[in-house]
Structures are given as C-alpha cells and as structure tokens.
T-cell receptor, first 115, second 115 residues
C-alpha cells in the first residue's frame, strides 16, 4: 500500500501523559499537513511541514503541541500533558508539491482518546 | 480568508435516486481548487473529485459530478444512481494559491441512502 500511513490507528492516554502520532507520506510526497477533527465537525488545519521545516503552524495550539518532519523517518505530531479536550481524530495528509489543483491524500487517521 | 459553507447537516435519499449536496465558498484568491471528500463510518477520508477555479467544464468522476457555478460561488456535488455504500459524511473543501495552501473544510453533510 503506497498510501499515507498513520499509526497508531487508536491511541488511549491518561490526562497528563504524552501522545505521539506518526505519519509517513506517500512516496514522492514532500509536503505534509496535519488536521484535527472533533466529533461531528469538519477537519481543521493544524500545521504544514516540508522536510526538516515547519512552514505554517498557525493552526497549532500555542502550548503542548509540536510537530516535526525529520530528514529521515515519519512526521511526528506530539502532544504533551494531554487533557480531555485533546480527544479527537488527527489526520495527516500529503501532496507531491504545492498548487491549488493538488488534492491532498489522507491517511486513515489516529483516534486519540483521553481518559 | 477562505470559508466553506455546507447548509445541509443531513440528507436522506432512496437508493438509485440522484442526490445533490450543496457547497458554497468564499475566497479572495484568484486561483483556487475545490474538492469533495467522503468519510464513511470507518473514518478514513476518501478524495472524490476536484474542480479548478479556471476550469470551464464541470468535473466528472464516474457517478460523481461537480456543478460549479463560479459567479454564485457554489460547487455542489451530484451523485447519480445512489447506492447503499454511498451512505457517509461528505465534506467540501477548498485550497487557495496563497500561503500554506491548506485545505479549508465545511462542516459536512451526512448522507443516508435508504433501500
């Protein structure tokens, strides 16, 4: 399967723990986007990365959230000291290059549940 | 800023009928793309169809077509000959040609196909 790979599919954490979500983009795609989806809502942009660079993090909460896309390996979305309100589905998407005509291809998402 | 509005929270249609899902948008970008995604109950995001702002022809992909009316800023999705497997959430999204070119999503429409 050459699609966008996200893991884990489901993640359960207790309040105060750390959550790490991983995303491997499609082969040949160097642009990675993270989105968050609350129940019964559309996806909301969080952060846009290229290899080793954060390009736009305007949708990221100012505290506890961080993202990276290292030269080697998957992109990581990290949430420190999780709270109940972090419970959501987190989607990663990739595209081969920029352009308003480029669809973003999504992974299956990570469902994060905070106990 | 970009905005997508989907005014139909839920739609109920008989199998084999055609259905139109509404989407209106607002943007100041000269060039932009409009996308429809399907999210079944299993949660993944499936890309359905794309329409470019400068495309003169309405996009079609199998049973999906996009009724693009630029002057009205609308991009409605038409599904012909609906099937039970079409039951899902449907999201309209747009991507501009400026900045991060992130996808901006509407709130979605839950489509239920009745046998």
């Amino acid at each position: 399967n050459a699609g966008v790979m996200q893991n884990p599919r489901h993640l359960v954490r207790r309040r105060g723990q750390e959550a790490r979500l991983r995303c491997s983009p499609m082969k040949g795609h160097s642009h990675v986007y993270w989105y968050r989806q609350l129940p019964e809502e559309g996806l909301k942009f969080m952060v846009y990365l290229q290899k080793e660079n954060i390009i736009d993090e305007s949708g990221m909460p100012k505290e506890r959230f961080s993202a990276e896309f290292p030269k080697e390996g998957p992109s990581i979305l990290r949430i420190q000291q999780v709270v109940r309100g972090d419970s959501a589905a987190y989607f990663c998407a990739s595209s081969p290059h920029q352009g308003a005509d480029q669809p973003q291809h999504f992974g299956d998402g990570t469902r994060l549940s905070i106990l | 800023a970009q905005k997508i509005t989907q005014t139909q929270p839920g739609m109920f249609v008989q199998e084999k009928e055609a259905v139109t899902l509404d989407c209106t948008y607002d943007t100041s970008d000269q060039s932009y793309g409009l996308f429809w995604y399907k999210q079944p109950s299993s949660g993944e995001m499936i890309f359905l169809i794309y329409q470019g702002s400068y495309d003169e022809q309405n996009a079609t992909e199998g049973r999906y077509s996009l009724n693009f009316q630029k002057a009205r800023k609308s991009a409605n999705l038409v599904i012909s000959a609906s099937q039970l497997g079409d039951s899902a959430m449907y999201f309209c999204a747009m991507r501009g040609d400026q900045g991060a070119q992130k996808l901006v999503f509407g709130q979605g429409t839950r489509l239920t196909i009745n046998p």
